[in-house]
């Protein structure tokens, strides 16, 4: 299946073009009839230093090109945006890949990103939408909305269902596609599916994304399947993925707001360590209220140890009784705190909680798993781990029981990440957030 482009930009330094042995069907010539001579190409002036900005050249694509029906109407047609003041301090268009398209959170997510409030006002973006066949038609209606919100920011949206092209040239990945347990599925059996999935899609990135493309995976288990995504992704740093935990950290944060009676930007220093699961550890002893530890606000130690920690460990349950399907608008909220972290420098003092590779950790975690730890950003879509941290004997050995864990689904998948056959021993308490 083809990766079917729409199209309201051209820059020069993005040129449709096919790598040996990947075939790329984009938005071209042929198949749309789309003349791409010099002169009729397209330019963004976000790519074209203001001193070389010229007045418009081309005149729009002739409106029967919207008829084709892998362009949906605006989209099909083309400008030269050159002479637009409103764009010449853009920056270069980014190219963001989103698994899982069709899906619920996407449908939040998507048009967050395309308005601006997740890379900025002057960033304009691609999205390169990964479906299946099951969901074509539906990804079709996902680009039809985007087209009707009318998104300034939005340069172009491509659609398909090979990864080898939809992540071709991306920056960022947001994986979020993956089978949810179902009815009588055990815990390996959706290791061993998404798993698949995941092991797929990292040798994908790490054939056609960008050297640096940054990571984030949201298909659960989202820890492991960063962990086979990564392994099988070798040439992009492994330190560029990250299992979204951040939907926890706001959880947490919610939960001790209410508890200190704040409001809740009042609380910082929120680490989840560990796994998005139920063994994941919400840090009450790291993390501040007003700048103050919250132990010292919240006296109640008993509620902190049980309660609230329990409370957080399963909110996606209780949120799944209530609405009858996992959270998707807060999770793509998350998603958007997530990246946001990393493109902007982090707030003096403070940190967030993001699942990453745990090579060189300082805190003592098991190597070679994807673990939620503290993390730091100048801004430049990277971290450092936070190392002003104290862990007593209480977080250590929650933190053991959640290591203990990723340790498990890591030896339950080694047939997918390269390392032999796969062992499945995993402790049968443990469970996805949404699971009861
Ligand atoms: N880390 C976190 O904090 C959170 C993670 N999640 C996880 O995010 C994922 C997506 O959630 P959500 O968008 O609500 O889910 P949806 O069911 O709405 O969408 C999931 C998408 O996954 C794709 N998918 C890939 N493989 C399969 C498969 N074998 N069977 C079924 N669907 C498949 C489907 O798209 P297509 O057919 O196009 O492939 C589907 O549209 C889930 O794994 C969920 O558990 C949810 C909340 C929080
Ligand atoms: O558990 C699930 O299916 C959804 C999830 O990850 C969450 O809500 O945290």
Known sequence: MALSKISTSYSPSQTLKSKPGVPFHGY?????GVSFEPHRRLRISCSVAPNEVQAPVAPAVPSDKASNRECYGVFCTTYDLRADEKTKSWKSLIKIAVSGAAGMISNHLLFKLASGEVFGPDQPIALQLLGSERSLQALEGVAMELEDSLYPLLREVGIGINPYEVFRDCEWALLIGAKPR??????????DINGQIFAEQGKALNAVASRNVKV?????????????????????????????????????????????????????NMTIWGNHSTTQVPDFLNAKINGIPVKEVIKDTKWLETEFTERV????????????????????????????????????????????????????????????????????????????????????????????????????????????????????????????
């Not at 071209?28 to 749309?32: F, L, P, Q, Y």
């Not at 179902?182 to 290791?191: I, S, W």
């Open 313 to 436: 460990q399963k909110r996606g349950g209780v949120l799944i009784q209530k609405w009858g399907r996992s959270s998707a608008a807060s999770t793509a909220v998350s998603v958007v705190d997530a990246i946001r972290s990393l493109v902007t420098p982090t707030p003096e003092g403070d940190w967030f909680s993001s699942g990453v590779y745990t090579n060189g950790n300082p805190y003592g975690i098991a190597e070679d798993i994807v673990f939620s730890m503290p993390c730091r950003s100048k801004g430049d879509g990277d971290y450092e781990l936070a190392t002003d941290v104290i862990i007593d004997d209480f977080l250590r050995e929650r933190i053991k029981k959640s290591e203990a864990e990723l340790l498990a689904e890591k030896r339950c998948v080694a047939h997918l990440t390269g390392e032999g056959n796969a062992y499945c021993d995993l402790p049968e308490d443990t469970m996805l957030p949404g699971e009861q």
């Open 28 to 32: 071209d010539a042929k198949r749309t």
């Open 182 to 191: 179902g009815p009588g599925m055990e815990r390996a059996g959706l290791l």
């Open 216 to 268: 984030i995976v949201v298909g659960n288990p989202c820890n492991t399947n960063a962990l086979i995504c990564l392994k099988n992704a070798p040439d992009i740093p492994a330190k560029n993925f990250h299992a979204l935990t951040r939907l926890d950290e706001n959880r947490a944060k919610c939960q001790l707001a209410m508890k200190a009676g704040v409001f809740y930007d009042k609380v910082s």
